[in-house]
């Protein structure tokens, strides 16, 4: 992939287009927290079998993942993302016709196939396009990731609340995607194809221990966010919260993730060596899952929103982490691809396993807690990624 220097005017547009893009790769999994009360209602789902909703897309994401890379160097990437694009909105669409549990997870499938795609070429465009500001555009695509996210869990209660239909709640999601699209689309032009000799070789990580490291270290991150995506609302409806204001929790705490999204970066750019940060944000994860356990109720807006602001920052320094052991941009790229890929079949069985711990236990205080020990292990593994060593482990 070239290194490809846009005019200001270009990169500016470039950039608007990028984070109309990222909006798209989470309403279809934030929006079910908020509205399953409702759902359950009408499709008879038990924990377990909503975690389905959450865990699946999650897990289609990380195979198709693998293929993302191989698809991009045979269309395009414009042609990718554009195709992503009506995937996702298609299988958003189809949530206003559906009443069924097999139904609904089908949808969330298809929409973590077109949000993989996106996620598998977009860090190599970025580090193509903006070489010298990875860590900031990388901020603000994952912050906007993030805030597709907080819109959604806000809002739709909201759509749920005027028209009496969780459909529809789960549905008006596809105007973000033709919102994008048309922005994308714009942007053909300017987004080249990659070159001839790059689409000869596609080159995979598997055999690389490094790999297989960051890949697991994202994963463990991200299984707390997509937990707490899941669960936090029906967390607080079970504590006699309303689904209403149990979204608005969430849509807090998505916010929090986005401010984080952009800060940690930020302040992160300026320095090779991201262990520092990425200790710090894993201990802040840590000490708001021990407050959400203990004292849920006397300080329930302060927990969320600090665990906003570790979750946010972790997951793009994850991504950050990754792009840094290399140079060239289609190599960070298929490494990235290699770690979500992988990163995200781990995160997928979080939604899942805490499900079954809530439908046999009766409580989420134990998926909190398995959480904390799964940062206290990544608090270990941090240890490792010394940039001194970064070519010695990924030649």
Not at 142 to 164: D, H, K, Y
Not at 340 to 358: D, E, F, N, T, W
Request: hydrophobic share 55%; net charge positive; with cysteine.
């Amino acid at each position: 992939m070239e290194n490809v220097r846009t005019s200001s005017t270009h990169a500016a547009w470039l950039l608007v287009s990028i984070a109309l893009v990222a909006l798209n790769l989470r309403p279809s999994m934030a929006a079910v927290g908020p509205l399953l009360s409702a759902i359950r209602g009408e499709v008879p789902l038990n924990f377990s079998t909503a975690s389905l909703l959450t865990m699946l897309p999650v897990m289609s994401m990380g195979l198709a993942m693998f293929l993302g890379m191989r698809i991009a160097l045979r269309i395009g990437e414009h042609r990718t993302i554009v195709l992503s694009l009506l995937i996702i909105g298609l299988a958003t669409a189809s949530r206003l016709y559906l009443d069924s549990a097999a139904g609904l997870i089908a949808s969330a499938i298809v929409a973590g196939l077109g949000i993989a795609l996106i996620q598998a070429v977009m860090p190599a465009l970025i580090k193509s396009r903006f070489a010298d500001n990875v860590s900031l555009l990388m901020g603000l695509y994952v912050t906007s990731i993030m805030g597709g996210a907080a819109i959604a869990a806000s809002f739709s209660p909201f759509v749920l609340a005027q028209t009496g239909s969780w459909r529809l709640g789960l549905a008006i999601w596809a105007l973000l995607a033709l919102i994008a699209l048309g922005s994308w689309y714009g942007q053909r032009s300017s987004i080249t194809s990659l070159p001839e000799e790059a689409s000869r070789h596609h080159e995979t990580f598997s055999s690389n221990a490094r790999a297989w490291l960051l890949a697991i270290f994202f994963g463990l991150g991200t299984a707390s966010y997509t937990c707490v995506l899941a669960w936090l609302a029906p967390y607080y409806v079970e504590k006699g919260w309303s689904e209403q204001h149990a979204g608005l929790l969430l849509g807090l705490l998505t916010a929090m993730e986005v401010l984080s999204g952009l800060v940690v970066p930020a302040i992160a750019n300026s320095s090779r060596d991201k262990r520092l940060v990425l200790g710090v944000l894993l201990a802040l994860i840590i000490g708001c899952f021990c407050g959400l356990i203990l004292s849920p109720e006397h300080f329930s807006l302060l927990w969320p929103c600090l665990l906003g602001l570790g979750i946010g920052g972790l997951f793009p320094m994850s991504l950050i982490v990754s792009l840094d052991h290399l140079d060239n941009p289609r190599r960070a790229g298929g490494l990235t691809a290699f770690v979500q890929g992988v990163g995200y079949l781990i995160a997928g069985l979080s939604p899942l396993i805490a499900g079954m711990i809530r439908d046999q236990l009766g409580s989420f205080e134990w998926a909190w807690w398995s959480l904390t020990a799964i940062m206290a292990l990544m608090m270990v593994m941090v240890l490792r990624f010394d940039p001194k060593g970064y070519g010695r482990h990924i030649r």
